[in-house]
């Protein structure tokens, strides 16, 4: 078999695969560089064709041309690979493109040596070849193993090829369309490559896209299990607060018609009791709403810088009923002077939530701290109780959905758990950090750290 043969069999190899693995793009999903490889199989189909007519067309393009295609195949594989593992790639490859077309001319027009233009294009893509199969050792798949080494292996027989023929025609001189056996060899071992090369990105397509299957299957029974754990919430936590707040209704109504209520007190100890669990049911359907708004992304965001302390007096209204029926004083020992880059629904949210925690958590009385320090550009925001603290099992179990835990406060209060996931949530939104200092029996510590003033 004579060398023009071969590059006819390569030329339509390329062509082929390149077609079949177009088609393969539109019938089904594929990854960034699946595209990128698409490419360089059909500009090595071109560069195939050039280096064909070597004699027949001018040197400039069956050498210099065909070999900076050649070239660009090599960059293009690279950001293939590097894309298939989604890691950063950048046009700068394609400066190597050039760099090594000049050399090539100088070696084709100045000084014409075959050997040297044969070595240094063997350099360049064996140096590529080692670089994707180094890749591919390195981010091996557990379960998948085989698949990595195997295309591993493609690429180290292709660097091994392209050092025994660099070498050869360093030992012996020999022109590209010379019938030479390290010749001959060289291009039959390529086709078998290119034709393995195909099957190889084609089959590494498909595990990742059965990998993605797998993970959505994973997130699904995930999403199944949160939805079961909500519906459990309001099935049972928020239907509970309604059937007290009807129930002392129903019989405040009953003895104002019978005329049994003498002292306003009794009226005043009713009206409270339906006040404190509306004010307990209103935050939890809040904190229902807003998780729901966060999952399916319709939560606007709006981030701008606001003045902390007024943020924190603000909320402070709203739980300060319940903090005077435990008789907890709220300590604000806030500098009156930061300002946080935020979003203002959303922190007031999670203070709220805080606050509620905290007073829910803590014994009668007892205080709760609201403290800042200010770390370089960012704010540390302290909400402190002395309260019945937490084990470091209970810790981390927090800010999980999966878990959703929660437990009795110290007056019997009821929870969900779905506060602090909420927090966290909102607060890594806004490119913050949450988290607790606990110890049991003497309290816990709730830190949130906030973007300030740049």
């Known amino acids: 078999m004579d060398i023009k043969t071969l590059f006819l069999c390569l030329i339509f190899i390329n062509l082929f695969l ?3 693995m177009l088609i393969s793009s539109k019938i089904q999903k594929t990854y960034n560089g699946y595209k990128y ?3 360089s199989t059909f500009i090595l189909s071109i560069a195939y064709i050039f280096f064909a007519l070597r004699g027949i067309v001018s040197d400039f393009l069956s050498v210099v041309i065909a070999n900076a295609l050649a070239s660009t195949v090599g960059v293009l594989r690279i950001i293939s690979i590097r894309k298939f593992f989604a890691l950063k790639t ?5 400066i190597s493109v050039p760099i090594l077309s000049s050399i090539i001319f100088y070696f084709t027009f100045v000084i014409n040596n075959g050997v040297i233009r044969n070595t240094i294009i063997s350099l360049f893509l064996s140096s590529a070849s080692s670089y994707m199969a180094y890749k591919m050792i390195k981010n091996i798949k557990k379960g998948v193993e085989a698949l990595y080494i195997f295309n591993a292996i493609i690429f180290i027989s292709y660097l091994t090829i392209c050092i025994i023929r660099m070498i050869s ?4 001189p020999q ?6 056996f390290s010749n001959i060899l060289y291009f039959i071992s390529v086709m078998s490559l290119d034709i393995g090369w195909c099957i190889m990105i084609f089959a590494m397509n498909a595990q990742k896209i059965n990998m993605e299957i797998q993970e959505k299957n994973k997130q699904l029974e995930e999403l199944n299990k949160v939805k079961n ?3 459990s919430v309001i099935g049972h936590d928020l239907r509970n607060p309604f059937n007290v707040i009807l129930g002392f209704s129903n019989l405040l109504i009953e003895k104002i018609e019978k005329k049994e209520i ?3 007190e009794n009226v005043v100890d009713n009206v409270v009791i339906i006040r404190d669990l509306s004010y307990k049911t209103y935050i939890l359907l809040e904190n229902l709403l807003r998780w729901g708004k966060i999952q399916i992304e319709i939560n606007s965001f709006k981030p701008d810088f606001y003045n902390l302390y007024e943020i924190i007096d603000a909320n402070i209204t709203f739980v300060k009923h319940i903090a005077e029926f435990k008789k907890i004083n709220i300590i604000v020992d806030v500098d009156n002077s930061i300002k946080i880059y935020t979003d203002k629904d959303m922190l007031d949210t999670v203070i709220r939530n805080l606050l509620t925690n905290a007073i829910k958590f803590s014994f009668f009385n007892t205080e709760v701290k609201i403290l800042s320090e200010k770390k370089l550009k960012d704010v540390v925001l302290s909400v402190q109780d002395k309260g019945i603290g937490m084990s470091l099992e209970d810790i981390d179990k927090l800010f999980r959905i999966e878990e959703l835990f929660t437990r009795r406060g110290t007056n019997n209060e009821l929870g969900t758990g779905l506060g602090l996931i909420l927090c966290k949530e909102y607060v890594e939104k806004n490119n913050g950090k ?3 200092e606990s110890e049991e029996g003497k309290g816990s510590c709730f830190k949130l750290l906030l973007k300030g003033e740049s």
Do not use: P
């Not at 950048?90 to 394609?94: E, T």
């Not at 025609?169 to 012996?172: D, F, L, R, S």
């Open 90 to 94: 950048s046009n700068l490859y394609f």
């Open 434 to 436: 949450i988290w607790v």
């Open 229 to 231: 754990k909500l519906f």
């Open 175 to 180: 022109s590209m369309l010379q019938s030479s």
């Open 37 to 39: 490889w698409i490419l």
């Open 262 to 264: 003498y002292k306003m």
């Open 169 to 172: 025609w360093i030992i012996t």
């Open 18 to 20: 390149t077609v079949f």
